[in-house]
Nanobody, 124 residues
Framework: QVQLVESGGGLVQAGGSLRLSCAASGRTSSNYIMGWFRQAPGKEREFVSFITRSGGVTSYADSVSGRFTISRDNAKNTVYLQMNSLKPDDTAVYYC?????????????????WGQGTQVTVSS
């Protein structure tokens, strides 16, 4: 089993940047495909990005492509989400997730472990 703890959220003005971190403990994070999801008030949880075990393959939602970058440092058991050119529509709780098996893609049901989330608020 793995425990995930997100950090790095906060309040930022539109156009600004934040870097989220997700620290994994319990088992080596390199065993997992890691993803980021977000949930805005009144909306369903939506896919943001994922990265494969080696970091060789990444995927992004269309809404964040070109602005967000996912990366991982397996030596530190940490996954990052660099968020640039933030927009008010990016306001949400951001969740880190880990998947054991095959590439889970954008389906949140295929991820096995979840963090508690970190709030990101982008003001206009």
């Amino acid at each position: 089993q793995v425990q995930l703890v997100e950090s790095g959220g906060g309040l930022v003005q539109a156009g600004g940047s934040l870097r989220l971190s997700c620290a994994a403990s319990g088992r080596t994070s390199s065993n997992y495909i890691m993803g980021w999801f977000r949930q805005a008030p009144g909306k369903e949880r939506e896919f943001v990005s994922f990265i494969t075990r080696s970091g060789g393959v990444t995927s992004y939602a269309d809404s964040v492509s070109g602005r967000f970058t996912i990366s991982r440092d397996n030596a530190k058991n940490t996954v990052y989400l660099q968020m640039n050119s933030l927009k008010p529509d990016d306001t949400a709780v951001y969740y880190c997730a880990a998947a054991i098996g095959a590439i889970p893609g954008r389906d949140s049901r295929r991820y096995d472990y979840w963090g508690q989330g970190t709030q990101v608020t982008v003001s206009s």
